[in-house]
C-alpha cells in the first residue's frame, strides 16, 4: 500500500522538447508555438518558456535562466526549485499569469497575495483558464496554448465588444473593452 502510495502521487514527467525550439529569433518562437499544442504534457521549462515570451517577449536560453528571470520578474516563488522535465501545474501557470497581469483577485488573494488555488480560482472566473481546474492539474501542449491565448486576448481587450459602428481601422487600443460579460 504504501508503494502504491509513493508511486501515485509522483508529478508527471516527460521527455524535454527539442532545444532547437528554445532558441531565440522569431523563427524559434513561431516553432515553438506551433510543436507545443502536440505535446501530451507541457512541462516546467516550456511553460517558464512561453510565459517569458508571453510577458517580455524574451526568454533566456536555459532552464536555470528562465527559472532566474521568472523569480526576478515575482512571477515564481523564491524557493522554487522543479526539474525542466517535470509537468507544469495548472496552480504554477495561474500565479505567474495573475502575478504578470497584476490581477489582484478577491478579498482572501488581495489580503495573502497569489496562491495556486486563489489564482485558479480567479482565472476560472475570468475566463483565462477551463471551467473544471484544479491547482494540482497538469496542462497539455493544446491546452497551454489556449490559456495563453485567452491572456493575449485579456492583455488587448475583447474585440467582440466594440459596436458594429465603429470601423476596424477607427478602433484604438482604448476602445476595447476588457471586462467579461
Wanted: glycine share 8%; aromatic share 6%; hydrophobic share 40%.
Amino acid at each position: 500500500m504504501l508503494l502504491l502510495t509513493l508511486i501515485g502521487c509522483q508529478t508527471p514527467r516527460t521527455e524535454p522538447a527539442p532545444s532547437q525550439l528554445f532558441e531565440p529569433g522569431p523563427a524559434a518562437q513561431m516553432d515553438f508555438w506551433h510543436a507545443l499544442p502536440d505535446r501530451p504534457l507541457t512541462t516546467h521549462d516550456e511553460a517558464f518558456h512561453g510565459l517569458l515570451l508571453l510577458f517580455t517577449d524574451t526568454s533566456p536560453a536555459t532552464y536555470d535562466e528562465r527559472v532566474a528571470r521568472m523569480k526576478e520578474l515575482k512571477l515564481l516563488d523564491r524557493g522554487f526549485n522543479a526539474p525542466p522535465n517535470q509537468a507544469v501545474d495548472r496552480g504554477t501557470v495561474a500565479v505567474a499569469i495573475c502575478r504578470g497581469l497584476k490581477i489582484r483577485g478577491g478579498l482572501v488573494m488581495s489580503l495573502t497575495g497569489a496562491t495556486p488555488r486563489y489564482a485558479v480560482r480567479e482565472l476560472r472566473v475570468l475566463g483565462l483558464l477551463p471551467a473544471i481546474s484544479s491547482p494540482n492539474q497538469t496542462l497539455s501542449g493544446a491546452e497551454f496554448v489556449s490559456v495563453v491565448g485567452a491572456v493575449q486576448d485579456y492583455q488587448t481587450g475583447d474585440p467582440s465588444r466594440i459596436p458594429a459602428s465603429v470601423m476596424p481601422s477607427e478602433v484604438t487600443q482604448r476602445d476595447v473593452p476588457n471586462e467579461k460579460p
